[in-house]
């Protein structure tokens, strides 16, 4: 060892004794930092993390390393000199590891001055450090093989220049194998063999935080196979050509190609195979959650999930397919073989692509790819079907993925498949389990009808009756006569039913047959328990199992308390007009919030003018509360009363367009509880709270190039966007566990009454940055031009601002010492009866009583701002191309669970995919935090060479000694 270390020292001294390596270094160090924050424009992405450094590292790599090793030893053989080291008392094996040692000693130098990245990052947010061990070590394990392919490749030529080109040629090449540019070349299956042989595909597997056992067998084989390489070639110069040594060559070189064939065979058998595997993500991202372990265990009867992935699909997908069998195997071993994992291609399989289109209404989905030819359209599938017993749900393109821009490039990567897989699973499983229970639970048997036109049917639907009689039928011969099914031609002479009735009866309008045509058709099931009546309108997936799912929930809406009933109250959409009478599009849209809920609840718009929330509504859900009369309010107060869980986005404004200039502004509103919660003991203040952290503001810039007006949206820091990080927010909650950021936009600040909350569980859920101001100004236009910084006046204090609290305990009733608000026209009947005489009608408030104080178990959350939730402002934070604003949505499921005591997806949900924020900074900061990393990456390098050539002077040259035996020894020659 101590050969091998004067050797590498020896390497190492020639390196900086000339300014050439450091050169080398120096450009790769300013080409890494410049690809990092300007090609994939660090800044604009937000994320705490350096995925945009490892994404170039490995093409970057390749020809910091063929540079290096390009002199090893074609510079020896062209000045003469390597005669002489092979004339040494050293073995070939200390002279190629001396070297190997001194290059990779030097580009892990290069590597370490890059930490100075990771470091920044995490001083600006919360990074996870499991993926930058795991980048580091790809990253070297990955230069070790460049650099046994760099020393192999100049040992057979004389020519530096000619080792730097095939040097940079066959790592590019490797590299290149597991690139979608040549992967979507051939199949699935192909590819993934070709991504199993690439240094790429390896790198990526380690780079995200996990390392494989079989991803470190590969490097570390790569790094053997050529390292023994470089010993024959050095060894085969000391062979004669004649035929005495043609039968040693000819062995060894059949020796050599045999053990480097096993060596690819071995690691492409094990690439599949996950042994000795080890998640370093902080979160452990990429390993199963004892939620899913556990639901898997308890499966009573076997559960199918099928895969179904295109073998040529689109070339950002086909790595993904990988990863998903992976999981899907990992699920299976859990399952202790009540799993069973299946991948089809359907385009190969016309029987399972009719299977899938008819039953499962799975479809392939048309998608622009570029090949030699220019632009195609692919129809690939990427779906995965969960089946429990009769139960199936299907998981499609848009469910599993995301996209992610790094400047003009994107990434495509799964969104977060364990939830999507678990919460898939759950679904069916207590379907399955409970659908008997849903129609044993029904206080009478329902009757589902289908009501069709057949003679005026569009082709498209002429089989979809079929369908629905067969589906229909089949829960039918299940129910134990709980259900009864009946279809009925509406347009027949001996129909019970007409048109005009059933719009009279359910609103069943006919719908047109085509674009121009006169015809209209009618195929609308209603499903009828008792009094209570649902319309299953023809729209959606028509296949079975879209039929059979779409009856299901039907049947579980009608049974009562089976589905977990979010009630939301939203404001009614306001019309506003132009200065030119022109209507204006209304900002009081709340439509994706009420889509995000559905996946797990029934959601019911709840009407409060009647003084009193559905009995059935588990969580009532205000947004954005105006406008609301005494009536309305004691609806919500009486709900609290019951012991009920309320979830309250509150604010003492809304917002709304400024018709002259087209502006966003706010307006103050009446009847906005803001009297009914200080009761409580919360106070929502007047005012807005600004905070330097915050999420940038989408804004459309327009410019003129060579004439033509371009529109780009550019992001601008705006303090009325509060973005909540980790250290603001209550992590004992369930509902915030995990959670990386929410953003709450122009939040009013809360504050509580000590003495009204002593006795109950509070949390305060949000909270703004230290730094933060309150204001009492309204105008949420920013002025740079008057306010550089941050576009509003800096107030003081500068302190942090509660935004969201949760409260659970006993409430008193805002209501206790007023009169029951009762409708005008019985007000005289109230009276009447508190005076004890007899009256005919009876408010039904005042028949129901009033509740003066809740139950312990009453929870009530409260969000100082109505408009987070609004569709208007996921739209502005959408534009900047990331998905800031799922977080707040996340935020409102994990809370809902958190109402429910179901927190067993909300765990798995908050681990999400690891989506960690910067703090918002300005771009003369950006600017700042880019120079200094710039400097300390280059002075470090000058720093480096300056000590090292400082303590060559200072040392005495190290003498090579003599080994005692060595078998390849090689005596001086008198030619030496």
């Known amino acids: 060892m101590r050969q091998i270390l004067a050797l590498a020292r020896k390497e190492l001294d020639g390196y900086f004794s000339s300014l050439m390596a450091l050169i080398f270094v120096g450009v790769f160090l300013a080409v890494t930092l410049f690809t990092f924050f300007w090609v994939a424009d660090f800044w604009a992405r937000g994320l705490a993390d350096i995925r945009p450094l490892f994404r170039w590292i490995p093409l970057l790599m390749v020809f910091l390393v063929a540079a290096l090793t390009m002199r090893q030893w074609s510079e020896e053989q062209q000045t003469g000199t390597l005669e002489i080291l092979l004339t040494m008392p050293v073995r070939l094996?200390?002279?190629?590891?001396?070297?190997?040692?001194?290059?990779?000693?030097?580009?892990?130098?290069?590597?370490?001055?890059?930490?100075?990245?990771?470091?920044?990052?995490?001083?600006?947010?919360?990074?996870?450090?499991?993926?930058?061990?795991?980048?580091?070590?790809?990253?070297?394990?990955?230069?070790?093989?460049?650099?046994?392919?760099?020393?192999?490749?100049?040992?057979?030529?004389?020519?530096?220049?000619?080792?730097?080109?095939?040097?940079?040629?066959?790592?590019?090449?490797?590299?290149?194998?597991?690139?979608?540019?040549?992967?979507?070349?051939?199949?699935?299956?192909?590819?993934?063999?070709?991504?199993?042989?690439?240094?790429?595909?390896?790198?990526?597997?380690?780079?995200?935080?996990?390392?494989?056992?079989?991803?470190?067998?590969?490097?570390?084989?790569?790094?053997?196979?050529?390292?023994?390489?470089?010993?024959?070639?050095?060894?085969?110069?000391?062979?004669?050509?004649?035929?005495?040594?043609?039968?040693?060559?000819?062995?060894?070189?059949?020796?050599?190609?045999?053990?480097?064939?096993?060596?690819?065979?071995?690691?492409?058998?094990?690439?599949?195979?996950?042994?000795?595997?080890?998640?370093?993500?902080?979160?452990?991202?990429?390993?199963?959650?004892?939620?899913?372990?556990?639901?898997?265990?308890?499966?009573?009867?076997?559960?199918?999930?099928?895969?179904?992935?295109?073998?040529?699909?689109?070339?950002?997908?086909?790595?993904?397919?990988?990863?998903?069998?992976?999981?899907?195997?990992?699920?299976?071993?859990?399952?202790?073989?009540?799993?069973?994992?299946?991948?089809?291609?359907?385009?190969?399989?016309?029987?399972?692509?009719?299977?899938?289109?008819?039953?499962?209404?799975?479809?392939?989905?048309?998608?622009?790819?570029?090949?030699?030819?220019?632009?195609?359209?692919?129809?690939?599938?990427?779906?995965?079907?969960?089946?429990?017993?009769?139960?199936?749900?299907?998981?499609?393109?848009?469910?599993?993925?995301?996209?992610?821009?790094?400047?003009?490039?994107?990434?495509?990567?799964?969104?977060?498949?364990?939830?999507?897989?678990?919460?898939?699973?759950?679904?069916?499983?207590?379907?399955?389990?409970?659908?008997?229970?849903?129609?044993?639970?029904?206080?009478?048997?329902?009757?589902?009808?289908?009501?069709?036109?057949?003679?005026?049917?569009?082709?498209?639907?002429?089989?979809?009756?079929?369908?629905?009689?067969?589906?229909?039928?089949?829960?039918?011969?299940?129910?134990?006569?709980?259900?009864?099914?009946?279809?009925?031609?509406?347009?027949?002479?001996?129909?019970?039913?007409?048109?005009?009735?059933?719009?009279?009866?359910?609103?069943?309008?006919?719908?047109?047959?085509?674009?121009?045509?006169?015809?209209?058709?009618?195929?609308?099931?209603?499903?009828?328990?008792?009094?209570?009546?649902?319309?299953l309108y023809p729209s959606g997936d028509l296949s079975e199992a879209g039929i059979r799912s779409a009856i299901e929930s039907a049947l579980q809406r009608a049974a009562p308390g089976f589905l977990k009933v979010v009630g939301v109250w939203t404001p009614p959409a306001t019309g506003q007009t132009d200065p030119f009478g022109q209507p204006i599009a209304s900002l009081q849209q709340y439509q994706t919030i009420r889509q995000a809920l559905r996946r797990s609840y029934e959601v019911r718009s709840v009407n409060l003018r009647s003084g009193q929330v559905p009995p059935d509504v588990d969580v009532l859900f205000v947004i954005a509360p105006q406008g609301l009369t005494e009536r309305e309010q004691y609806a919500i107060d009486q709900y609290l009363m019951r012991g009920g869980s309320v979830f309250l986005a509150v604010s003492p404004y809304r917002l709304t367009q400024d018709p002259a200039a087209g502006s966003l502004m706010l307006e103050p509103v009446d009847g906005n509880l803001l009297d009914l919660l200080a009761s409580y003991g919360v106070t929502v203040e007047q005012g807005l709270v600004l905070d330097p952290q915050n999420e940038p503001f989408a804004v459309p810039i327009q410019r003129n190039i060579g004439g033509v007006m371009i529109t780009e949206i550019q992001a601008i820091s705006y303090p009325p966007f509060v973005d909540v990080r980790a250290d603001g927010m209550d992590r004992d909650n369930p509902s915030l566990s995990n959670l990386p950021a929410v953003t709450v936009n122009w939040a009013s600040p809360i504050t509580l009454d000590p003495e009204l909350n002593a006795e109950r569980q509070v949390s305060e859920l949000l909270k703004s940055s230290a730094n933060s101001w309150h204001t009492l100004s309204t105008s949420i236009q920013p002025q740079p031009e008057l306010y550089r910084e941050f576009g509003f006046p800096v107030g003081e204090p500068r302190q942090r601002y509660t935004l969201a609290v949760a409260i659970q305990g006993s409430f008193e009733s805002y209501f206790k010492d007023k009169d029951i608000p009762v409708e005008e026209e019985t007000a005289g009947q109230g009276a009447t009866e508190n005076t004890g005489e007899a009256s005919d009608e009876v408010d039904p408030l005042l028949a129901a009583g009033k509740l003066e104080r809740s139950p312990e178990t009453a929870r009530l959350v409260v969000v100082g701002s109505a408009e987070f939730l609004n569709d208007a402002v996921f739209q502005i934070s959408g534009n900047l191309s990331n998905e800031r604003y799922l977080n707040s949505i996340q935020f409102v499921q994990n809370m809902i669970d958190w109402f429910n005591e179901d927190t067993e997806l909300a765990a798995i949900r908050s681990k999400a995919t690891g989506v960690r924020l910067l703090k918002p900074i300005t771009e003369s900061e950006q600017t700042r935090w880019e120079i200094i990393n710039y400097a300390l990456a280059l002075i470090s390098l000058g720093v480096i060479g300056v000590i090292w050539r400082l303590r060559k002077r200072a040392e005495k040259p190290m003498p090579l000694t003599m080994p005692d035996t060595a078998p390849d020894q090689v005596q001086p020659s008198a030619a030496a």
């Open 93 to 535: 094996a200390q002279l190629v590891l001396g070297k190997f040692i001194a290059v990779l000693a030097l580009v892990a130098v290069a590597l370490a001055l890059t930490l100075f990245l990771p470091l920044t990052i995490s001083t600006l947010g919360d990074l996870d450090w499991g993926p930058v061990v795991g980048g580091y070590l790809a990253a070297i394990l990955m230069a070790a093989a460049y650099v046994a392919i760099g020393l192999f490749i100049s040992s057979r030529t004389d020519n530096q220049i000619v080792a730097l080109i095939v040097t940079v040629l066959v790592a590019g090449a490797l590299h290149m194998l597991g690139e979608p540019a040549i992967t979507g070349l051939f199949g699935s299956r192909t590819g993934e063999w070709l991504r199993s042989l690439s240094t790429s595909g390896r790198f990526q597997s380690i780079e995200r935080g996990v390392i494989d056992l079989h991803d470190l067998l590969y490097y570390v084989s790569l790094t053997a196979i050529f390292l023994g390489l470089n010993i024959l070639s050095l060894t085969a110069r000391r062979w004669g050509r004649g035929m005495q040594t043609r039968s040693l060559r000819l062995n060894t070189s059949l020796t050599a190609l045999l053990s480097v064939l096993n060596i690819i065979a071995l690691n492409v058998v094990l690439f599949p195979v996950n042994v000795g595997r080890f998640d370093l993500t902080e979160d452990r991202l990429y390993t199963l959650s004892p939620v899913t372990l556990e639901l898997l265990d308890n499966l009573q009867e076997p559960l199918l999930i099928r895969g179904y992935f295109s073998e040529r699909n689109h070339p950002l997908l086909e790595p993904l397919i990988p990863q998903v069998r992976d999981t899907l195997e990992e699920y299976a071993v859990a399952a202790n073989d009540n799993l069973e994992v299946e991948f089809v291609d359907p385009i190969r399989n016309p029987e399972l692509e009719a299977e899938a289109n008819q039953t499962y209404g799975i479809r392939p989905v048309a998608l622009m790819a570029a090949d030699r030819t220019g632009q195609s359209v692919l129809n690939v599938y990427f779906h995965i079907l969960v089946r429990y017993g009769d139960q199936s749900e299907v998981l499609d393109f848009n469910d599993l993925i995301t996209i992610e821009q790094f400047g003009s490039d994107f990434e495509v990567r799964l969104r977060n498949l364990e939830y999507d897989l678990t919460s898939a699973i759950k679904h069916v499983v207590e379907g399955f389990q409970s659908v008997d229970s849903v129609l044993a639970s029904l206080p009478e048997p329902a009757e589902l009808t289908l009501y069709y036109t057949p003679s005026t049917l569009p082709q498209a639907l002429a089989e979809v009756p079929e369908r629905i009689q067969t589906v229909a039928s089949a829960i039918q011969d299940e129910s134990q006569g709980k259900l009864v099914f009946e279809m009925v031609d509406v347009d027949a002479d001996d129909s019970p039913v007409t048109r005009e009735s059933l719009y009279q009866q359910y609103q069943i309008q006919p719908i047109a047959s085509g674009f121009f045509s006169t015809q209209t058709y009618l195929l609308h099931m209603v499903l009828r328990v008792g009094d209570r009546g649902q319309v």
